[in-house]
């Protein structure tokens, strides 16, 4: 073999470990993939299926809104080659952290997707009745509770493919082969959720903690209001004293509220009145991490909204 033909194979051999290099992610190995919260997570896993296993960030319970870094999810999000996560309007601990340790690029917020709906969140009160006060104008900023429409998810996955592929070109075929069976799926999941919810559409009912707008809009759910917006500040005296009342006159079924200190908030407001405390668990806590838990999310808290709303 000519000495020139020699040099030729060896520089295409630099340019292609070169490339592959430039992508922060070493030759042959895995990319360390971090998800921040369990829906973005499964979404991500499912792409990765086959190739490796994302790092759930915040595998903790409580609110994603306030927290703090622990030094172990501090060097999680240090090391990682990708983070995918819902946004600045939901981890808002994670804002500086992120911006001063990755390069954009390797940031890919649900929030940043393009084809994702969204929906301004709405103020703490009373929605959908007409005789009680106004609760305040509408919150300016977006609510971030995205993955609860899973059409959004749909267009979350093409985003998430695109950053595997361009970290790691080598599993590309997988990444678009997963992408392509997991928006085939959350299609199928969109469709169940419809025949499941759509008896609901005429049926009120309270939640305490304003978290499912998405679901409610994609299926034309009727909530009439909320004890508590994304701010988490809950209703003064009055406006329980409100609530309570339009309970009472709508003779309304159900207050959903998502565990902890939120059921001693349903509790008052269904205390002597035809209503019941139901929980939802929006954030999953029951449910393991991984490529399922989107799809069991989602299912349960159909069912559960069924279970307590068909007449």
Known sequence: MSQTIVKAQRLRLWLVLAALLATGCPVGATPQVVATIKPVHSIVAGVMAGVGVPELLLS??????????RPSEARTLRRADLVFWAGPGLETGLVTPLSQWLPEERVIALADVSDVTHLRKRSAGIWLDETASPPGREAAALDAHRWFDPRNMQAFVASVEQALTDIDPANQARYRQNGKHLRLALAR??????ALLAPLSETPYVIV???FHYLEQ???LH???ALLSDSEVPLGAKGLREMR???ARRRLRCVFYDGGEEKRLARTLTEGGPARAIPLDLQGRDIAPGTDFYFQL??????????CLKK
């Open 60 to 69: 903790r319970q409580g609110s994603h809104h306030h927290f703090h870094l």
């Open 189 to 194: 999941l969109d469709t169940e959720l419809a």
């Open 209 to 211: 903690h304003d978290a």
């Open 218 to 220: 994609r299926y034309n």
């Open 223 to 225: 909530a009439s209001g």
């Open 245 to 247: 009342s339009l309970i």
């Open 298 to 307: 989602m299912r349960g808290l159909a069912t559960d909204l069924r279970h």
